[in-house]
């Protein structure tokens, strides 16, 4: 309800705002410790994403190099069948190995050649 005060200006009685220095200091302060609160909250929740996404970084990285080692290890297997199949072959038939040698040699030497 507004009624007319001693001075003749209007005031509210049911709310009254105080429109003095101090108080709009005190608003100030009001509002800069919320700022303050407002941004350590925005600062933890950040070093939470932050820190978060990192970890999930690290474990996909260990997750690659677990897979990697996985296919090294296979790559390596399969060298070391390759390489017993080839030295069983070598034993079982000397004398087809070393043609086989001179023929893959001759190809390798023409197409050297051929290039030039």
């Known amino acids: 309800m507004s009624t007319m005060s001693s001075s003749g200006s209007h005031t509210n009685d049911s709310k009254r705002h105080d429109f003095s220095p101090k108080a709009g200091m005190a608003e100030i302060k009001s509002d800069l410790g919320q700022v303050r609160q407002d941004l350590g909250k925005l600062k933890d929740d950040t070093v939470a994403t932050v820190s978060s996404a990192a970890h999930s970084a690290v474990e996909s990285a260990k997750q690659g ?52």
Do not use: N, T
């Not at 390596?76 to 040699?105: N, Q, T, W």
């Open 65 to 116: 190099v677990d897979v990697a080692k996985d296919y090294a290890d296979q790559a390596g297997d399969h060298l070391r069948d390759g390489y017993d199949s080839m030295c069983s072959f070598v034993k079982e038939r000397p004398a087809a190995s070393i043609l086989i040698a001179l023929g893959v040699g001759a190809i390798a030497a023409r197409l050297i050649s051929w290039r030039k």
